[in-house]
């Protein structure tokens, strides 16, 4: 079993920042591959970013070079730097281990989300 739970969401301004954590536990942190997804109301749930078991990263074109993922082995925890945020970032954001795919069907395990809300 390994338990994910995301903090750090909430309103920010649209141009802003913010940074999403997600703590991990139940199984060794550094074996897991890890992955950010998010779901806006009436959407599907879109991949956003991965990153291995190495430290290697992949992101989806649209978020590539203004989101950075991001890993301490040490704390058991992922990061999600969003850069440059728009109304349109507004969705509940989740984190997913033992996949490694954009799909989320590939993934085993998942936080319960945290909801970000980006201002006009």
């Known amino acids: 079993q390994v338990q994910l739970v995301e903090s750090g969401g909430g309103l920010v301004q649209a141009g802003g920042s913010l940074i999403l954590s997600c703590a991990a536990s139940g199984r060794s942190f550094s074996s897991l591959n890890l992955a950010w997804f998010r779901q806006a109301p009436g959407k599907e749930r879109e991949f956003l970013a991965r990153?291995?078991?190495?430290?290697?990263?992949y992101y989806r074109d649209s978020v590539r070079g203004l989101f950075t993922i991001s890993r301490d082995n040490a704390k058991n925890t992922m990061y999600l730097q969003m850069n440059t945020l728009k109304p349109e970032d507004t969705a509940v954001y989740y984190c997913?281990?033992?996949?490694?795919?954009?799909?989320?069907?590939?993934?085993?395990?998942w936080g319960p989300g945290t909801q970000v809300t980006v201002s006009s």
């Open positions: 997913a281990a033992g996949g490694l795919s954009t799909i989320s069907e590939d993934y085993d395990y």
């Open positions: 990153i291995r078991r190495s430290g290697s990263t």
